[in-house]
């Protein structure tokens, strides 16, 4: 199959990348390897979740929040808000098409994608003029060292960055959390050590969110979650072995240790645009175009609002290239 852009990801990114495009009446498709779009919210995500961030910060182009919804939504909310986005602009992803395999052919000047049918098991090949890479930052797990605030004290940081410095708003933060975790006493009994760098900075330049506290320090203190230090040896069927010999059975582990970008993994040609860490190698703004018409929505950092952004911009480009060339 041909066509001017193939978007990768049916999460918000790609699926804001497709209503921008289709508003410049650009043909696109978006390959989804699940069998619905948004998966992380709609399988992924926990059902008490509620949005870390303002909802200001969680719409996608051309549908704002209505004034009737909360500043913090929930996920079931914020899921109907993607069921009428998708069907109001008529999105209609390939599902259950895993991309496995992409590079730009020079011969044609064409990027050539390779995707598995998870149904029926075979291969398919596309071809675009344009790649854009919507798979999200969170593909695969990682172990993070990470700061601990409430999605308040984030809300109260984020809105301020717009007229304050990140070392100013991460001392004003952090001050906040301290203030609260004074309470608590030292935690790092429990593993949890702050980091030297504040938060805002440490998102903004590594990646990495503060951890949202909506209870958890206090049943850990209450002694109602019991952390044991240390890292894990071994696992084996129900038995888990820690670094410090001590074992113990559990009737479901679960891991929750934080994802990773799985970019590199299929995107063959990564180095147009990505680093080793499927994170883009230029810096904002512009860390969403890459060579040989090579896009990414979604990796700003900066969660949805991100994500809206980055498909506004890219959309535009693919616009403005389409308009000048050959294609
Ligand atoms: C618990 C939780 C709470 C969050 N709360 C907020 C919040 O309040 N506000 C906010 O802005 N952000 C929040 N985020 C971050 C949120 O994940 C992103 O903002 C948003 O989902 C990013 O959208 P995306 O489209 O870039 O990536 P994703 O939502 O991860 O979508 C990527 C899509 O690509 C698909 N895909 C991946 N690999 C392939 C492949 N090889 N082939 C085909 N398809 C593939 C995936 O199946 C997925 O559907 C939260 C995240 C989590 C986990």
Redo the contacts with the bound molecule.
Sequence with gaps: METVVLI?????????TSVCLNQHSIPNVI????D??????KK???DR??????KN??QLPYMPHGPDVPT??S?DL?IKYLDAYVTHFDINPRYN????FSTFEVSNDKWRVE?ENNVTGETEVYWSDFLVV??????DGNIPARHVLT?EEVYVGMSLLKYCSVTMVDALVMMMASTRLFMYGDLSKYGLFRPKQGPFATKLFTGK?PV?DVGTIKKILEGEIQVINGGIRSIQGKTLTFENGLKQDFDAIVFATG?KS??C??LKNYEYMMKEDGFPKKPMPKHWKGEKNLYC???SR??????AQDAMYVAEDIRSILATTKY
């Excluded at 390959?31 to 699940?34: A, C, G, Y």
Aim: hydrophobic share 50%.
């Design positions: 990768v990801g049916a999460g918000p990114a790609g699926l804001a390959l989804e390897k699940e619905i779009y948004a998966s992380l919210w992924r995500a926990y979740l509620k949005l870390h961030l303002a910060f969680c913090f939504m996920k914020f098409r895993t991309v496995k995707a919507a798979t999200g930052e969170n593909g999605k969110a949202i994802y799985s970019v993994n299929w929505a979604g990796f900066k969660g949805i609002a991100g994500a």
